[in-house]
């Protein structure tokens, strides 16, 4: 293939990967559990196959490694299979982690605003943010997968931003790569 073709290829290669990079942030803006369903399932995978591998492991050296190991292979394998039946789990587990921290630290910003206005401070802010902690962390143990879908959909609109970055980026240089061929044609004759 000559040189005009291999680079012609590069450059819808690069195009098509880009496209593919924008339908795919599409997809999580408009269906945002498909990106957390698809999370778990490669996560439950990688936990099932870790877990076989300590026990296959374990078993080919069992004098040396014992019984705490084959526990940990076979919680791996428990945990994966659960990820992978079930994979919106670990999107409701990311919530719960989400809504916990924010209750500890609204409960914890209430206490230092009691504490700066004993002090004599204005502690209004503080107060307003502790409690919109507080009700941030309740309406996300009520709606854990609110969190997730969040950070999913945050996920494809920067992929949607970058791939037309790409497709941008990439056509402006395609335009400058023929720009300087033409100026060093021109120097050769």
């Known amino acids: 293939m000559s040189k005009q073709g ?3 290829m ?3 290669r690069s195009q098509g990967c880009a496209v593919i990079a924008i339908l795919l942030g599409l997809l999580l803006l408009i269906h945002p559990d498909f990106g957390t369903a698809t999370v778990g399932i490669v996560v439950g ?4 196959a870790l877990g076989a591998l300590i026990l296959v492991v374990c078993f080919l050296s069992f004098p040396i490694l014992g019984i705490v190991e084959i526990l940990a292979g076979i919680a791996s394998c428990a945990v994966g299979i659960t990820l992978i039946r079930t994979p919106d789990l670990l999107g409701k587990l990311l919530g719960y982690v989400i ?7 609204g409960l ?5 605003a009691n504490r700066l206005k004993k002090l004599g401070y204005a502690a209004k802010w503080n107060l307003i943010l502790a409690v919109v902690m507080i009700i941030a962390a309740v309406i996300l143990f009520a709606v854990p997968l609110a969190s997730s879908r969040l950070l ?3 996920v494809g609109a920067a992929v949607v931003l970058l791939g037309l970055l790409n497709v941008g980026l990439q056509a402006r240089f395609e335009k400058l790569i023929r720009a300087s061929d033409k100026k060093i044609v021109d120097a050769d004759s």
């Open 6 to 8: 291999n680079e012609k």
């Open 99 to 105: 809504a916990g921290a924010l209750l500890l630290r």
């Open 45 to 48: 995978g990688g936990l099932t």
């Open 108 to 112: 914890q910003g209430l206490g230092e």
């Open 10 to 12: 590069g450059y819808l």
């Open 152 to 154: 999913m959909r945050l």
